[in-house]
DNA sequence: CTGGTACTTGCGTGTTTGCGCAAGAAGTGA
DNA sequence: TCACTTCTTGCGCAAACACGCAAGTACCAG
């Protein structure tokens, strides 16, 4: 039996922008590649079948919700997750829609 | 090192619907609330302080991504988690976002 | 300084979402 | 059948979202 404590409303407002940024397919395919290690923008893009801009917007929402985090490296700007729990969490995730 | 392999689109829009079954503070509120056993509509409502067909659309969402199950008793219908590891998801992104 | 690459931001558009309210099931009891 | 309770569904609207495209910013090489 897992403990649930009750959350604050603003809590509750962080724990749901984690899970919007969970909430959209092409993100979930940014962690998955990801997962595999860091990644630059244009790559992402590639990989996802997007473009630029659309990637960029996505991943503003995955690094406001604190999932991923990123390193410039000259004009190139890598992308890597925050956390291992990201991906456990998405794990679960799969097994729940399993 | 956890291990991911990459989904197909279908299946990551999927999971994408339990991402966003997550990404509404009501909806986790609802899942706290159920995390101390099974409530009617009703009461939901009147625990998220919303009306009761604004609940019975979240309850919805949250039915069809696979989160909830429903048990009918006279008139009132009883919501339950689907699942524990429901709970274990909330508890990772609740750490995530801390 | 100039050109080129890599990324972000702003804007317009069509779609989706959350909500209140009214109307429709579904069940209970008299 | 009738009245009542409980939940779901349909509708309309405002807000948020995903996207393409154009413009802006940041860095590097020459």
Redesign the pocket.
Known sequence: MLEIQVSSETDRQRFAAVG?AL??P??LCVLESLAAGEM????L?TRVA????????????L?SAGLVT?R???????YRLADQRVLEAYQLIRSIAR
């Open positions: 919007r909430a959209d092409k993100r630059s923008v244009s790559d893009a997007c473009q630029v801009p659309n990637m960029s917007q996505h991943l503003a929402v690094r990123t410039r490296v000259g004009n190139s700007i890598y």
